[in-house]
């Protein structure tokens, strides 16, 4: 039981943190200073090792199916962190001066096709890999920073797409419905084959 809390509690503390960083990225008028303010979010999750779905689903190929259970509580983590967050900066002024911003964000997502937002999603998916198994695996302090803030100011600058930071921008522009669920679940999908394409490539390169 215990374990199933801190699981829980740190998936949630991942989605707050992202819904920081989402909200940090509203806030500049420069794309590249959004970018790089976005950044907290990863660089707490990683420093502190809490749960994002977007960085767990990339151990898939080395785990027993039961870790698909495992990802989907993350998930289900994130999103209520995410949503905290999106509700309660929606009673700050924040809502008002940040409002329209967020919603140009959540109308091209609803506007775009399903096959561009899961395409979209891929790119993410291996961008957050590279993330972070280099925060993880980096021997070099320098290289293990460096990935987070490229890693993310380069998926952010792309705009690719995180279903994380999706969960906050629809939970903060109130567009929860069926069509935006279901465009979260192929970003999810999305970020699942992204994640899961270069350890699968470094898995079959190391049989050879």
Known sequence: MKKELKI???SIAAGMMIGVGAI????AESKIVSSFLFVIGMFTICTFKLNLFTGKVCYIPDNKPSYLW???????????????????LKSTR??????TKAQSLVDAKINDSLLSLLILGIFCGILIYVTVDNYAKNPHEIGKYAA????????LMCGFEHSVADMFYFSFCSAWNLNTLIRI???SLGNIIGGCLLPILRSIKADA
């Open 148 to 155: 987070v803030f490229m890693g993310v100011m380069v998926f």
């Open 94 to 99: 924040l809502n008002n001066s940040l409002i």
């Open 8 to 10: 829980m509690l740190e």
């Open 24 to 27: 940090s990225f509203l806030s």
């Open 70 to 88: 495992f990802v989907t509580k993350v998930w289900i983590g994130n999103f209520i962190g995410t949503y905290l967050v999106a509700v309660l």
């Open 185 to 187: 679940l192929i970003i």
